[in-house]
């Protein structure tokens, strides 16, 4: 049976129209265009071209990573989408600088 409650959010939205996977990969994959956008804008990168393929595996690997850090910190779905945005928003280098200044910060 369904459930009559509409969807709370646009997570939530997302959530039942296309399932979790989906709406995982989606929001990786804007992280990263956003930052690819913020990078291109800034001049440090090319607005089109073959460097953009790269993103995709990083979209989804650093999915991959946030969905496990967000189950192990036992998150809601809708948290765990908005860490899984960060996260690869950060991509690959971001991580580790945060990660980085958060293991070697001084109490």
Do not use: C
């Not at 646009?10 to 996977?21: E, H, P, T, V, Y």
């Not at 948290?79 to 950060?90: C, D, W």
């Amino acid at each position: 049976m369904n459930d009559p409650t509409p969807p709370a959010g646009l997570i939530d939205w997302m959530r039942a129209m296309f399932g979790g996977g989906v709406t995982t990969l989606v929001v990786a994959a804007m992280a990263r265009l956003l930052w690819h956008g913020q990078e291109a804008k800034a001049g440090r990168r090319a607005w089109i071209g073959s460097h953009l393929w790269m993103e995709i595996p990083t979209a989804i690997v650093m999915a991959l990573v946030a969905e496990a850090a967000a189950s192990w910190l036992e998150l809601s779905p809708s948290a765990t989408t908005g860490v899984i945005a960060v996260v690869s928003y950060l991509g690959p280098r971001g991580l580790r600088d945060v990660l980085d200044r958060w293991l070697t910060r001084k109490p």
